[in-house]
């Protein structure tokens, strides 16, 4: 069994920055990608940025520069840096990865972390 557990949501400014920090435990042989997507009230999930284990980080249009996508792959923790942050930003921001263990390869969500930007 693998957990992904999110940190780091909040309430922030518009204009301010957030890191979120997805760190997975459990069945883990290798992780082959992580990615963040997005679910706003009302909305469908969205993908925000992803990479996979040696390739590069693509983004949404949306993040338009203001997000970093990055991982520590020692501690099996993936990071997503906003900056700049917009009211329309405010939404439940989860974490994918996509593993391999002893059982074979699945993708594996964790519980969401609520980031809400205010004016």
């Known amino acids: 069994q693998v957990q992904l557990v999110e940190s780091g949501g909040g309430l922030v400014q518009s204009g301010g920055s957030l890191r979120l920090s997805c760190a997975a435990s459990g069945d883990i042989f290798s992780i082959l990608a992580m990615a963040w997507y997005r679910q706003a009230p009302g909305k469908e999930r969205e993908l925000v940025a992803g990479?996979?284990?040696?390739?590069?980080?693509h983004y949404a249009d949306f993040t338009k520069g203001r997000f970093t996508i990055s991982r520590d792959n020692a501690k099996n923790t993936a990071y997503l840096q906003m900056n700049s942050l917009k009211l329309e930003d405010t939404a439940v921001y989860y974490c994918?990865?996509?593993?391999?263990?002893?059982?074979?390869?699945?993708?594996?969500w964790g519980q969401g972390t609520q980031v809400t930007v205010s004016s």
């Open positions: 990479v996979i284990t040696g390739g590069n980080p």
């Open positions: 994918k990865a996509h593993i391999r263990g002893t059982r074979g390869r699945a993708d594996y």
